[in-house]
């Protein structure tokens, strides 16, 4: 059977989950699923030691990709935000919270995030939650990334094409997220198979000890060809 295609990601890249971070891009490595890409939330409390740590991921192969601001909001701003909270992001969709250019400047404000701290510029940003917010597609030509993931796929800006790609997550701390979840993630699956799509593997810090932590680690047994996200510019 021809291996199913992956596009590998661990989200949720601070300081107080870098150990934990760690620890999952060792696994991947070992199980040769490389290249894993680090989605980095740049304004959190980043020591000189955690920044060192960082790197020694980008010397051990991994590539990164700009993650929001604090992947926290101080208020939920209107009913879409709301339900989306309530359903999907908890208080993680950064963007949500915000006005278009607010937006506009909390991109910009990661990018320039990386340069500071001479970390390898990103080719791809992900909204906190995968939620983009109101943010037309013609604004984020003008911004200094690549590609750009939602919840349905990947922008290419340069190219002007969106990608509609299958996504596997696995953060369930629920019974009512897991019965949700497990379905949606063996659609998305089949999905690759048959369209020969690469599949978005997203993991995040807890989730080898939440309730889909068996189907993480059987999806890793697996295995599959890995892609670097920049593979589609």
Known sequence: MTPVRLLVSIHDVMPETLDR????????????????????????????EHLHGLR???????ELAGHGWNHDVE?????????????????????????????LRLMLRNRAWFDDHDL?????????????????????KRLPFDLYETTGGVFDAGADRYHRLPMAGF??????????????NALNRSWSRSSKKPLRLGIHPDDFELRLADDLEAMIAAGGECLSYRALA
């Open 21 to 48: 971070v760690r620890r999952i891009f060792d696994r991947l490595v070992a199980a040769d699923l490389t290249p894993v890409t680090l989605l980095v939330v740049p304004g959190r409390d980043w020591t000189p």
């Open 56 to 62: 020694a991921l980008v010397g051990a192969g991994a």
């Open 171 to 184: 953060e369930t701390d629920t019974a009512f997220r897991a019965a949700v979840v497990r379905p949606f």
């Open 75 to 103: 208020r939920i701003r209107g009913l879409k935000h709301a339900l989306h909270s309530a359903f999907i992001s908890r208080r993680a969709g950064e963007h949500l919270a915000l006005s278009r250019f607010g937006i």
């Open 120 to 140: 390898p510029a990103p080719a791809l940003y992900v909204p906190p939650a995968w939620a983009m917010g109101p943010v037309p597609r013609a604004f984020l």
